[in-house]
């Protein structure tokens, strides 16, 4: 079906919809996007919840690129397309006349792996769509990551749509060295107007651009006054900005109702302070000089409070270390204060924006020459005819939400990701901004397919940042107009909470919700020896109390709460900071036992570390106040031998079994790769050595878990 363009009528459009949560189906999409358009199809790409089901006819070819988030569940921007999908009164045929294909992304870790994308798919041909390709999957345990399948899968794609879509006589793909220029771009806003810009014009204007100068006062410690209590951990309370108006609010986390009390409740809350040094960054770019400590970096950058979705606001209380200061590992647990109508679950997330150092962001600068419009306000505009920022062919910069009568340097700051590892399309954007011929033909070697070794040893083995690679090349000037497209947006980082049950208050600041988080800040030296940290981990390291900051509070895996309720026996399996999720529901169950002591169930927590001197997460804890948990610990590198959570699983085989016999829930939280996998084995075990008769046949003791699965009651939670 033609559709009219600018009163023209194009048969050649491709519609390319994503549903992402982190934004890798994003980057995704847009490389198909590019694709597409080098056949010369008129592109849109977008969110999948942007468009409607009776538009996907209008279009040539459809491609949906779709990830898969926590238990098989479809990300938040793809689920009301689904559910529209899914209505019964569509008639089998209804999309008989949409060509589509898919590409899924998941981590093969997960029992559901790419499962948003298969149940999409076959939905799809039961409406009567057209398969017009297969469907590709990626999976994020590959060797080359996404790349391992996405790129030979997109290649064949382009040669396939080409044969089913020839071009006109005389008409050729727009070739590989042939710049496409971006659809947007930025332009200075004159200083003498105040017309707002359609940047602002897309931005909530409800928010603050920074916290009000507070005076914080001294007080006596937390234990001093309750000096067993979790809480006597926390070392500082800092009031809320007063000058804060009242944000948006999610819905699923704070009633919109209360926002509105949002100032005046803060009036009410009494604050204490205690000063707590400040936290010591690692510096991305500068190297350390061996036998001196990290400098402090001085210079962080000002905190303001960006119109981030469903954004809430938030204080740091407390940035406090809990590993050994001699210990490699740096584990911090972060306290923030909110609005006390907030609500939260265990098992939901916190997201953190993280900001670039402003001499990172000076460095850019001075490297593209973009110092004299640096400072200047500036404003999205389109490229050619109106058309092309419509909705019916672009979306205004995916993800990226700015402040307020944003400047460059703001952007960079703030919503742009300068010290990410490039992608291959980075490559190709900026081989276009080279006059250097040398240079010109490394960089596109490094966007090609075929030079994937090269790519690999010069980008993803030694984690060189997109500022190295400026650095590496001079010769690159990218235009300052480009800026929001040469460089990917700053994604929220997303953590487990760690607290729950009596942890959500503080006996010092009764009026606020207090959330904990448990995180570990990744520093790592590449086999360049230089040393790595992650943009995020830089960032929390950095943080001083009192930075008050807007979060995102998202529903995590943990989504039947009647699952962990008290009557329920639980196994909880968690190394490392996957202990946070699993904390956070210790202490929400017992909050809910001691309401009906005698219906509480058995809880048996399985720990494991590198060594019990070090990374014993909240050990005081345990021996305090759950005393009627069952902790069974793996610390590795305690004797000569390794031990591991699944070890210790198969060890007290017998009691697992007898807890799974009464209908327990099992939750499996921590990093992705093989621990997931090595603990689904060991659960398998225990069902095949202590099992009734039925479970000994491991075919069936597999499908056993799969059907917990299936009914919520395997739950796994990684990262």
Same mark, same amino acid.
């Given at each position: 079906m033609a559709e009219a363009i600018q009163g023209q009528r194009h048969d050649r459009n491709a519609l390319v919809l994503y549903g992402s949560e982190t934004g890798n189906s994003q980057d995704v999409a847009e490389q198909l996007g590019r694709i597409a358009e080098r056949l010369h199809f008129a592109v849109r790409v977008c969110e999948m919840d942007q468009v409607e089901i009776k538009l996907l006819p209008k279009h040539k070819?459809?491609?949906?690129?779709?990830?898969? @988030?926590?238990?098989?569940?479809?990300?938040?921007? $793809?689920?009301?397309?689904?559910?529209?999908?899914?209505?019964?009164?569509?008639?089998?045929?209804?999309?008989?006349?949409?060509?589509?294909? @898919?590409?899924?992304?998941?981590?093969?870790?997960?029992?559901q792996f790419n499962w948003a994308a298969r149940k999409l798919h076959k939905r799809l041909e039961q409406l009567g769509a057209n398969e017009i390709y297969p469907r590709g999957e990626a999976d994020e345990q590959h060797a080359e990551g996404i790349d391992g399948t996405f790129l030979s899968w997109s290649i064949d794609l382009g040669k396939h749509l080409l044969s089913l879509y020839p071009l006109p006589e005389g008409?050729?793909?727009?070739?590989?060295?042939?710049?496409?220029?971006?659809?947007?771009?930025?332009?200075?806003? %004159?200083?003498?107007?105040?017309?707002?810009? #359609?940047?602002?014009?897309?931005?909530?204007?409800?928010? @603050?651009?920074?916290?009000?100068?507070?005076?914080?006062?001294?007080? =006596?410690?937390?234990?001093?006054?309750?000096?067993?209590?979790?809480?006597?951990?926390?070392?500082?309370?800092?009031?809320?900005? #007063?000058?804060?108006?009242?944000?948006?609010?999610?819905?699923?986390?704070?009633?919109?109702?209360?926002?509105?009390?949002?100032?005046?409740?803060? $009036?009410?809350?009494d604050y204490t302070s205690l000063i707590q040094p400040e936290p010591r960054p690692c510096p991305q770019i500068k190297e350390n000089i061996p036998g001196e400590a990290d400098p402090v970096d001085r210079t962080r950058a000002k905190a303001r409070l960006l119109p981030w979705p469903d954004a809430v606001e938030a204080r740091l209380v407390s940035n406090r270390r809990i590993t050994p200061e001699d210990h490699w590992q740096d584990v911090r647990e972060l306290t923030f204060h909110m609005h006390k109508d907030t609500r939260y679950c265990p098992g939901d997330v916190l997201t953190l924006y993280p900001q670039n150092f402003p001499e990172d962001v000076q460095a850019l600068i001075d490297l593209m020459g973009w110092n004299k419009?640096? &400072?200047?306000?500036?404003?999205?505009? #389109?490229?050619?005819? %109106?058309?092309?920022? #419509? +909705?019916?062919?672009?979306?205004?910069?995916?993800?990226?939400?700015?402040?307020? =009568?944003?400047?460059?340097r703001q952007l960079l700051t703030d919503n742009l990701d300068i010290t990410a590892i490039p992608k291959r399309s980075f490559f190709d954007f900026i081989s276009h901004q080279t006059d250097d011929p040398i240079h010109k033909e490394r960089l596109s070697e490094f966007?090609?397919?075929?030079?994937?070794? +090269?790519?690999?040893?010069? $980008?993803?083995?030694?984690?060189?940042?997109?500022?190295?690679?400026?650095?590496?090349?001079?010769?690159? %000037?990218?235009?300052?107009?480009?800026?929001?497209?040469?460089?990917?947006?700053?994604?929220?980082?997303?953590?487990? *909470?760690?607290?729950?049950?009596?942890?959500?208050?503080?006996?010092?600041?009764p009026n606020v919700l207090q959330v904990q988080l448990l995180v570990a800040i990744v520093k790592y030296r590449t086999v360049l020896k230089k040393i790595r940290q992650g943009l995020c981990s830089r960032y929390i390291a950095s943080l001083p109390a009192g930075t008050v900051m807007n979060v995102g509070l998202k529903d995590g895996s943990f989504e039947d709460t009647t699952k962990y309720q008290p009557?329920?026996?639980?196994?909880? *399996?968690?190394?490392?900071?996957?202990?946070?999720?699993?904390?956070?529901?210790?202490?929400?169950?017992?909050?809910?036992?001691?309401?009906?002591?005698? /219906?509480?169930?058995?809880?048996?927590?399985? !720990?494991?570390?590198?060594?019990?001197?070090?990374? !014993?997460?909240? /050990?005081?804890?345990?021996?305090?106040?759950?005393?009627?948990?069952?902790?069974?610990?793996?610390?590795?590198? &305690?004797? %000569?031998?390794?031990?591991?959570?699944?070890?210790?699983?198969?060890?007290?085989?017998?009691?697992?079994?007898?807890?799974?016999?009464?209908?327990?829930?099992?939750?499996?939280?921590?990093?992705?790769?093989?621990?997931?996998?090595?603990?689904?084995?060991?659960?398998?075990?225990?069902?095949?050595?202590h099992g009734t008769a039925p479970f000994r046949d491991r075919a069936t003791a597999e499908a056993a878990v799969t059907d917990m699965t299936r009914r919520g009651h395997y739950v796994q939670e990684t990262w």
């Open positions: 070819v459809v491609i949906f690129v779709l990830s898969t @988030t926590g238990q098989g569940e479809f990300p938040k921007n $793809a689920r009301k397309l689904w559910k529209s999908l899914l209505r019964k009164r569509l008639p089998p045929g209804c999309l008989g006349h949409v060509n589509f294909t @898919t590409f899924g992304l998941g981590d093969s870790s997960y029992a008409q050729t793909p727009i070739p590989p060295d042939v710049f496409l220029p971006p659809k947007l771009f930025l332009e200075l806003v %004159k200083e003498n107007t105040d017309e707002p810009s #359609a940047l602002e014009a897309t931005s909530p204007s409800s928010v @603050t651009n920074s916290p009000s100068d507070a005076t914080f006062t001294t007080t =006596r410690p937390f234990s001093q006054t309750s000096p067993d209590h979790p809480e006597a951990r926390a070392t500082t309370s800092v009031p809320f900005s #007063a000058s804060a108006q009242p944000l948006p609010t999610n819905g699923s986390h704070t009633d919109s109702a209360l926002a509105s009390k949002h100032i005046r409740d803060q $009036a009410e809350m419009v640096a &400072d200047s306000r500036v404003a999205f505009q #389109a490229t050619g005819p %109106k058309f092309y920022a #419509a +909705e019916n062919l672009i979306s205004m910069a995916h993800g990226l939400y700015p402040s307020p =009568r944003t400047t460059l966007s090609n397919p075929a030079y994937t070794d +090269e790519f690999f040893d010069y $980008a993803t083995r030694p984690r060189r940042s997109i500022l190295e690679v400026l650095q590496d090349f001079p010769s690159v %000037k990218i235009p300052w107009k480009w800026a929001t497209c040469a460089f990917p947006v700053i994604r929220g980082r997303q953590y487990s *909470i760690s607290s729950g049950g009596d942890l959500k208050r503080s006996s010092h600041t009557n329920y026996p639980v196994i909880l *399996i968690g190394p490392g900071t996957g202990l946070a999720p699993l904390r956070s529901l210790i202490w929400e169950r017992a909050a809910m036992g001691m309401i009906d002591e005698t /219906q509480r169930a058995k809880t048996i927590l399985f !720990y494991g570390g590198r060594n019990r001197e070090a990374d !014993y997460f909240y /050990q005081e804890e345990w021996n305090t106040w759950f005393r009627d948990v069952t902790i069974h610990t793996a610390f590795s590198r &305690d004797q %000569k031998e390794k031990v591991y959570v699944q070890d210790i699983i198969r060890r007290e085989g017998q009691a697992v079994w007898e807890q799974l016999q009464k209908n327990a829930v099992v939750y499996v939280c921590g990093s992705s790769g093989n621990m997931p996998k090595a603990v689904r084995g060991a659960i398998i075990d225990v069902m095949v050595k």
